[in-house]
């Protein structure tokens, strides 16, 4: 079975303070990947990574950072100096090589407050 | 506009009604998934087409729920006798089968919130 935590429900954090969003995900797979989106008080949501199961490698675009951690199946977002523009929920998601669906986690809602 | 577009952005009904709701790929986008969120919760597959075939559905698809996709282009998603329970945003997502952009990356749409009285 596919699945993914976050238990982090709501964050609340002052600007210009680092942030982690954590993933932990389950999966018998070989071959997986890995997503966050970000969903803005808009609603609409924001593709913001991809990583397969092979690529360890962390990544950096800007202020976001990810960890992505085989070993303890864990797939975290790093948000360096927050901005009042990063509050929204950040869901985290699975995708197995053999299916289509992303499996969602129940997301995270980030407030950042100037 | 280039994004994926849903109409309408928001229909009450009430319940035991029908109701359909529109999605818009992405231009030129042959895969297109519908989901459903519910306040609090991650994105639920729903189903998902591949140009005109529907190829997966979930579980949680049930018999009042019918989704087409006639052309291969726009998509329309059915709910027969609506129920309390059906109270959802509903959102559609398109991807390309061809490397345009972040690989294996599903573009969203505004979704449409149902209410069902």
Redo the contacts between chains.
């Keep these: 079975a596919q699945k993914v935590t976050q238990a982090q429900t709501e964050i609340s954090v002052v600007e210009k303070e680092d942030v982690t969003l954590d993933c932990v995900y389950e999966t018998r797979d070989t071959t997986y990947y890995l997503f966050w989106y970000k969903q803005p008080p808009s609603g609409e949501l924001v593709f913001l990574i991809r990583r397969n199961s092979f690529d360890e490698q962390n990544e950096i675009s800007g202020r976001y950072s990810w960890n992505f951690q085989k070993s303890t199946s864990s797939f975290n977002f790093t948000i360096t100096a927050s901005q009042v523009v990063d509050s929204a929920v950040y869901f985290c998601a699975l995708r197995r090589n053999s299916g289509y669906a992303l499996n969602f986690g129940k997301g995270t809602s980030l407030l950042v407050t100037p | 506009d280039t994004g994926v577009s849903q109409d309408p952005r928001h229909k009450i009904t009430k319940r035991g009604q029908n109701v359909t709701f529109r999605c818009d790929p992405i231009s030129e986008h042959n895969?297109l998934?519908w989901?459903r969120q519910t306040l609090?919760?991650?994105?639920?597959?729903l189903t998902?087409f591949q140009n005109e075939a529907q190829?997966?559905k979930?579980r949680l698809l049930s018999d009042r729920f019918s989704a087409e996709r006639p052309k291969g282009s726009f998509s329309t998603l059915e709910i027969q006798r609506t129920e309390q329970g059906d109270s959802a945003?509903y959102?559609c997502?398109s991807r390309s089968s061809y490397r345009v952009g972040?690989?294996?990356?599903?573009?969203?749409?505004?979704?449409t919130r149902l209410t069902v009285l």
């Design positions: 895969r998934y989901y609090g919760q991650g994105p639920e597959f998902y190829l997966e979930s945003m959102l997502a972040p690989p294996d990356t599903q573009y969203f749409g505004p979704g």
